[in-house]
């Protein structure tokens, strides 16, 4: 869906969630801007048995002078809209008061809820609603900075909607952050204005019903309803106790659980245990050490009727704990007797010489959808895609001996409809983005690479040769694969990506 589908109302009304956060208010906001500039009679509102309360909301309300008005329960069951557009919610859910609409647009970025009509744009893997709303507006051509106030609002729906940024893992959310225009004396206000005295006591309630596994040094808490940030302050004052690695605390929302995830330790990478506690029932994600998610309701009910939520949580940080082996790959002793022997097929792959489309010296952030890396340009520095999307450095000297380049061009239509997100390099002195795929050739591997390799059977976490502080992940059915001329050099290949790039060196199927 695209905004300009709407186009066709005159009358809209933009209806935020009940008990309405800074990320339903910012998205909201947007919309209204939008269809504002178009000549439309826009309304934004929120409904539900509270009005806002909370000082940081009431300080962005009054500082960006938001034009939200609070409609009672009374009076929107009375109401009959021409168009309305559900934001950071879906109609009919649970956490929005319904009021009767000739039209209706769903525009979320949680878990459906709700079957969706023709008007509904859904992406529950974005941090923030004001995401979602920032990507529609920027498709229309629609000039943010043009509106006072709006990119601030935003920046601080994403901010408050991922604990402070520490949960955020979507390029598009992390594309948002580093483009608005943004009042920070306004953020460092609002932030400052979070926490209420029965947040407080909340935390502190919090903090002395933890629960504690003794064989996995884990925490887990429940807290009673609260802001989103409110679980992250609880998280990382866990960390901070010696007996604790990791935790996990969470609350009941309106639709669902929200979480927050920590870690201080190598073996596990808090985003992808988010992402393993919201399984199949919700989303996750966000950084190594801190991390979160949400859970639906609907669907934790559906899959788990009888079991209470902390007995949920406690018991899938166990299995998570139980579902993988550690390998180090200096210490790794590997048995090519019990793997198969593999050749690398010589596939084409896309790299990019960095000196010539940035000068040397330049700092730079390669942004992909699996993160962010920061370097600086230098003349024999090569940036190579391979066929997931993935990035990965070489210097001149390997780069030249591994790869021989190919006359054929880069295939950039191919390369997006298979990648989820194409990999940008952010010049970080003046913040402009070039996407990469823009620059890059094609090569292929001059030599045929062997290795050992054997299906898991069980999950494993490898630290490489090359990369000892963080971990490659292996799931039941990828491959473990050492290289046959180095024993110890260990990694994982997905089973797809495996299934694409190797043929038996025996010729058997």
């Not at 019903?209 to 925490?219: I, T, V």
């Not at 790959?329 to 896309?350: C, F, I, N, S, W």
């Not at 050492?482 to 990506?497: C, F, N, P, S």
């Amino acid at each position: 869906m695209r905004l300009s589908d709407l186009e066709r109302f005159h009358k809209i009304t933009i209806q935020c969630h009940d008990n309405p956060d800074a990320d339903t208010l910012a998205s909201g906001y947007g919309l209204y801007c939008y269809f504002k500039k178009k000549g439309k009679q826009a309304r934004l509102i929120y409904s539900g048995r509270n009005r806002i309360q909370k000082s940081n909301l009431r300080l962005m309300l009054e500082k960006l002078n938001l034009p939200v008005e609070y409609v009672p329960v009374e009076e929107a069951a009375d109401s009959r809209e021409e168009l309305l557009i559900t934001v950071d919610c879906q109609y009919g859910a649970g956490n929005v008061t319904q009021i009767e609409a000739a039209h209706i647009a769903v525009i979320d970025h949680h878990q459906p809820e709700t079957e969706a009509g023709e008007w509904a744009e859904i992406r529950s893997d974005l941090g923030s609603c004001s995401t979602l709303v920032w990507k529609l507006l920027l498709e229309e051509g629609f000039e943010i900075s043009d509106e006072e106030g709006l990119g601030t609002a935003l920046y601080y729906g994403l901010y408050s909607d991922t604990n402070q940024f520490a949960e955020i893992h979507n390029p598009l959310d992390m594309d948002m952050r580093d483009a608005l225009p943004v009042d920070n004396s306004l953020i460092t206000l609002f932030r400052n204005s979070n926490i209420s005295l029965k947040e407080l006591e909340i935390a502190g309630i919090a903090l002395i019903r933890y629960s504690y596994n003794d064989d996995y040094e884990f925490a887990v808490i429940k807290a009673n309803p609260c802001d989103p940030n409110i679980l992250g302050l609880i998280s990382d004052f866990l960390l901070q106790v010696d007996a604790i690695k990791t935790c996990v605390v969470f609350n009941e929302t309106g639709d669902g659980y929200k979480f927050s995830v920590r870690s201080c330790v190598r073996e596990v990478n808090a985003s992808e245990l988010a992402v393993y506690l919201a399984q199949g029932m919700g989303s996750g994600g966000g950084h190594y050490e801190k991390a979160g998610g949400f859970i639906s309701l609907r669907r934790y009910e559906e899959k788990y009727p009888t079991l209470h939520t902390e007995g949920y949580f406690n018991n899938r940080m166990t299995e998570y704990f139980d579902s993988f082996d550690l390998i180090y790959a200096q210490q790794y002793e590997a048995h090519p007797e019990d793997m198969k022997l593999y050749v690398m097929r010589r596939l084409p792959t896309g790299y990019v010489k960095a000196a010539r489309i940035l000068p040397v010296g330049t700092p730079v952030t390669i942004r992909t959808s699996k993160g962010d890396m920061d370097m600086t340009v230098e003349d024999d520095l090569y940036i190579m895609i391979d066929i997931q999307g993935r990035i990965y450095p070489r210097r001149h000297k390997e780069f030249t001996e591994e790869y021989e380049p190919l006359e054929q061009s880069y295939d950039k239509a191919e390369f997006l409809n298979r990648a989820e997100y194409a990999p940008v390099i952010k010049n970080r002195e003046n913040g402009k983005n070039l996407l990469l795929t823009d620059y890059a050739k094609l090569c292929v591997p001059r030599n045929e690479i062997y290795i050992y390799a054997k299906e898991l059977e069980k999950g494993v976490k490898v630290f490489t040769l090359r990369e000892k502080d963080a971990y490659m992940s292996g799931r039941v059915g990828d491959y473990l694969a050492v290289r046959r001329d180095d024993l110890h050099d260990v990694y994982v290949v997905e089973r797809d990506i495996f299934a694409k790039s190797y043929d038996r060196a025996d010729g058997a199927d």
